[in-house]
């Protein structure tokens, strides 16, 4: 292993655990781990949980702002009623576009960025 968390919490659990990690995921979570690590780490019981940022986002939904309006409300379920009303509208060749469009930017900002800290 690369490293032992060893008396971590988890949320659905009252005893405490020990997760092993190697190449960056976990391999085992037991209650008694018995293997080497390179690195440990004591958790003293602290909560072990899925990162609490997800860095996700949806291709099919960039940008996509404005289609088929904008909606004013600022619920979850009235964007979800407006992007139901778009959905069948979507073409894979016009959710292909936008997401080139935005690695573009993307690569665009990228490069202004590493511009000023060159500077």
């Known amino acids: 292993m690369d490293l032992i968390i060893r008396r971590a919490a988890l949320a659905h659990s009252h005893e ?65 009623a407006l992007w139901s009303e778009l959905k069948p509208k979507l073409t894979q060749k016009a959710l292909v576009e936008r997401a080139m469009q935005y690695r573009d930017r993307d690569a665009v900002l990228r490069l202004g960025r590493r511009a000023r800290a060159a500077r």
């Open 16 to 80: 405490p655990v020990e997760i092993g990690m190697e190449d960056g995921r976990i391999a085992a979570i037991e209650t008694n781990l018995q293997a080497g690590a390179r690195e440990k780490i004591d958790a003293d019981g602290s909560l072990f949980t899925a990162p609490f940022v997800d860095a996700h986002f949806h291709m099919d939904a960039t940008l996509s702002y404005g289609l088929p309006r904008v909606s004013m409300s600022e619920t979850l379920l009235k964007g979800i």
